[in-house]
């Protein structure tokens, strides 16, 4: 019973060093998140910084996982529908070997969204990604949008209902800019008469 002790301080100290050694909180909804995506196929670094101004949709992924593999196909097909205008998707592989992510390249081969890859999960980690696949949806101010993790016809649904959202709101903050661009301009005309 004299020694006791030991055994709360040793649960503490195990707790705390599991904590430490896996991944932070992700950022929250209205944060900026981790800038930095990764290198595309062409050994480019994307940067969020570099996106802005743009809905960028980021989502982590693993070979293994069987519902990043559905999901990718669609949000390919996202990324198709609306061009790169307004929208950047960009998927990160997570923690692949080389080989299995030069397979998974060449099956994606005539994708449109942007492949990236963090080699040894410290991207993600910045993210506190723990599942897959996992979706964020960054607005075109550089701030989280939205976050979903898992896959399925119906999540799929409310992340597509969530991209139009934020790609609706950003239009609309745009139209409100420029109208009252206009107006300013307008009165600056006239008062110059």
């Known amino acids: 019973m004299k020694h006791a002790w030991w055994l709360p301080a040793v649960l503490l100290l195990v707790s705390g060093w599991t904590v430490a050694a896996g991944p932070m909180p992700g950022p929250a909804i209205g944060e900026v998140p981790p800038p930095l995506l990764g290198k595309d196929r062409d050994g ?55 080989p299995e992510y030069r397979a998974m390249l060449r099956q994606m081969r005539g994708y449109t969204l942007t492949l990236t890859r963090d080699k040894d999960g410290r991207i993600a980690d910045g993210y506190g990604i723990t599942t897959y696949p996992n979706l964020w949806i960054i607005d075109p101010e550089g701030r989280v949008a939205g976050r979903h993790t898992g896959y399925g016809d119906d999540s799929f649904q409310a992340i597509v209902a969530e991209i139009r959202r934020v790609l609706y709101e950003a239009a609309e903050r745009q139209r409100t800019a420029a109208a009252s661009a206009a107006t300013t301009a307008t009165q600056a005309a006239r008062g110059k008469d």
């Open 44 to 98: 480019r670094l994307v940067d969020l910084g570099q996106l802005r101004g743009k809905v960028v949709v980021i989502s982590f992924w693993a070979s293994w996982c069987g519902f990043c593999r559905k999901e990718l196909p669609a949000l390919n097909d996202i990324q198709s529908a609306a061009g790169d205008g307004y929208l950047k998707i960009v998927a990160v592989n997570v923690k692949d070997s080389t």
